[in-house]
């Protein structure tokens, strides 16, 4: 098993950034791929960004591409979400996702998901 731990989210003005921290816990190396989704009010859960183990195959939402930049510390078995101009529809909350597949995290079937995080953007 992994536990996915999520944290960083908060309240943030139009323009501001954040960023999210996942630190990942267990057999952690049976679920290399790790990334981050999102989940607006009354609506599924959507793909944000994905990351390789080595970091070298980084994967994005078409609308979060130039704001958001995932990366991990391996060291620490720990991904981040850093979010840049931030605006209102941004406003949803974030979950940490793992699996042994990248691809698997793209197409939204992870074997582990964190908790989540609430992101607020205020205007």
């Known amino acids: 098993q992994v536990q996915l731990v999520e944290s960083g989210g908060g309240l943030v003005q139009a323009g501001g950034s954040l960023r999210l921290s996942c630190a990942a816990s267990?057999?952690?190396?049976?679920?290399?791929?790790m990334g981050w989704f999102r989940q607006f009010a009354g609506k599924e859960r959507d793909f944000v960004a994905a990351v390789s183990w080595t970091g070298e195959r980084t994967t994005y939402a078409d609308s979060v591409k130039g704001r958001f930049t995932i990366s991990r510390d391996n060291d620490l078995n720990t991904v981040y979400l850093q979010m840049n101009s931030l605006q209102p529809e941004d406003t949803a909350a974030y979950y940490c996702?793992?699996?042994?597949?990248?691809?698997?995290?793209?197409?939204?079937?992870?074997?582990?998901w964190g908790q989540g995080t609430q992101v607020t953007v205020s205007s």
């Open positions: 267990g057999r952690t190396f049976s679920a290399p791929a």
């Open positions: 996702a793992a699996d042994l597949a990248f691809n698997s995290v793209v197409r939204g079937t992870p074997k582990y």
